[in-house]
């Protein structure tokens, strides 16, 4: 598996192939965003896409996006969409690279949430829970 970041400049070239996988995670977020806002922070540099291909970049199995979070104190990366098959295949790679991403901007830790299924597979790449998130409908 070959995971590998996009550059801005170069997402129109890849985007038909990344938006139906990038709507899987949107389909989850509770209608906080839409592809379309996705594509417009990727494009602008608000969020960076990743995707993976299998070796010989014929066929592409999972994209996903990330962006900085500036908090008071400390700077992290932050996992927002992810879609994809064959994860157990890509995920520990995908692991690598972002932790390596997060190091190389500073960042001092990367962050994920996603739904509940998403824990079995993070805990076996040394990742921990640290909270739940509730929400309510007004």
Not at 26 to 40: E, F
Not at 73 to 100: A, C, H, R
Not at 132 to 137: L, T
Request: charged residues 30%; glycine residues 8%.
């Amino acid at each position: 598996m070959i995971v590998t970041l996009i550059p801005p400049e170069y997402i129109d070239k890849e985007w038909s192939k990344v938006s139906p996988l990038i709507l899987k995670g949107i389909n989850y977020d509770g209608g906080r965003w839409n592809i379309g806002a996705v594509y417009k922070a990727c494009v602008e540099g608000l969020q960076h896409l990743f995707v993976v291909y299998d070796d010989e970049f014929k066929n592409m199995k999972a994209a996903l996006t990330t962006k900085f979070v500036e908090y008071p104190n400390v700077k992290g990366l932050q996992v927002l969409f992810t879609g994809g098959y064959e994860g157990d295949l890509w995920l520990p790679e995908m692991n690598k690279i972002l932790k390596s991403w997060a190091k190389d901007n500073d960042c001092k830790f990367v962050e994920f949430s996603g739904r509940k299924g998403w824990q079995r597979k993070l805990d076996k790449l040394g990742w921990k829970p640290e909270y739940i998130s509730f929400r309510m409908e007004a």
